[in-house]
């Protein structure tokens, strides 16, 4: 008996790493959990709310350079600023 490691999506249990099983073999499989359940359905947020926690790690606009669109590559990749 062996153990193969595999995430759920979508209805589908995908192998984190290759298997070395026929093709359409198959399988009996015993349920464990590696991590806590996500949270239940009335506690999920909404794309917009989670859009929104994502836009705080970033700096408000007042604080970006006023050039930024002009000598982005400066900013971007750290290339000499244009005259």
Known sequence: MSTIHAVYENGVFRPTVPVDLPE????????????????????????LQRLADVVKLYPPIEDLPSDSAAQLDHYLYGMPKKP
């Open 24 to 47: 359409r073999c198959e399988v009996a499989i015993i349920v464990t959990t590696s991590q806590t359940p996500g949270p239940a359905v009335s506690e999920k947020r909404t794309a």
